[in-house]
């Protein structure tokens, strides 16, 4: 099965800049769309960002839009959450997730893999 291995997370002051990465296994990457959620303590799982496969399309919450950027490297097998203008409210696991139809989605269930997450921190 696919296996992914987020990294790049940490402690960040408010206003400041992350780049979270997301490592898959297997040759299908690039067939695959990958998402990024997030979960905050006491708080639901919610949709962060998408790309399809091939990178064309992109899907933002509107908490984030404008702030963040999914980007993709199917050479690579990565997916990046390029975060910035952090705010305190951004604090949460980041986790990402791969979709076998290679359409983007905001929905969590349509997901077929996921990561174990990587914990984000914005002080104020």
């Known amino acids: 099965q696919v296996q992914l291995v987020e990294s790049g997370g940490g402690l960040v002051q408010a206003g400041g800049f992350l780049r979270l990465s997301c490592a898959a296994s297997?040759?299908?990457?690039?067939?695959?769309?990958m998402g990024w959620f997030r979960q905050a303590p006491g708080k639901e799982r919610e949709f962060v960002a998408a790309?399809?496969?091939?990178?064309?399309?992109?899907y933002y919450a509107d908490s984030v839009k404008g702030r963040f950027t999914i980007s993709r490297d199917n050479a690579k097998n990565t997916v990046y959450l390029q975060m910035s203008s952090l705010q305190p409210d951004d604090t949460a696991v980041y986790s990402c997730?791969?979709?076998?139809?290679?359409?983007?989605?905001?929905?969590?269930?349509?997901?077929?893999?996921w990561g174990q997450g990587t914990q984000v921190t914005v002080s104020s």
């Open positions: 790309i399809n496969w091939s990178g064309g399309s992109t």
């Open positions: 297997g040759r299908t990457f690039s067939s695959y769309a």
């Open positions: 997730a791969a979709r076998a139809s290679g359409l983007g989605s905001r929905d969590a269930v349509q997901y077929d893999y």
